[in-house]
Nanobody
Framework: QVQLVESGGGLVQAGGSLGLSCAASGSILSISAMGWYRQAPGKQRELVAQIVSGGSTNYADSVRGRFTISRDNAKNTVYLQMNSLKPEDTAVYYC??????????????WGQGTQVTVSS
């Protein structure tokens, strides 16, 4: 079983910055991709940013240029630096990891979610 533990988030004024981190633990053989999703009240969960094992990244159009995703493969940890935050970035942010666990079992795990609130 693979667990994801998130940290960071909180309340910030518009234009401010916040950082999120997510550490994966458990019987992990390899992680092919880690990412951040978010879900605002009344809306569907959406991809914010993703980074694959080779280092390639993918961002939602709404955050490109403001958010930066990075990863420490040795620590199985992914980070999201959020700058120039807007009220519309307010949501619960979820970490996601996809990979292979012991016995070559594929996994797709989610963190518990962390609240990000941007005040205007």
């Amino acid at each position: 079983q693979v667990q994801l533990v998130e940290s960071g988030g909180g309340l910030v004024q518009a234009g401010g910055s916040l950082g999120l981190s997510c550490a994966a633990s458990g019987s992990i053989l390899s992680i092919s991709a880690m990412g951040w999703y978010r879900q605002a009240p009344g809306k569907q969960r959406e991809l914010v940013a993703q980074i694959v094992s080779g280092g390639s990244t993918n961002y939602a159009d709404s955050v490109r240029g403001r958010f930066t995703i990075s990863r420490d493969n040795a620590k199985n940890t992914v980070y999201l630096q959020m700058n120039s935050l807007k009220p519309e970035d307010t949501a619960v942010y979820y970490c996601n990891a996809i990979g292979v666990a012991v016995a070559l079992r594929p996994f797709a795990s989610w963190g518990q979610g962390t609240q990000v609130t941007v005040s205007s």
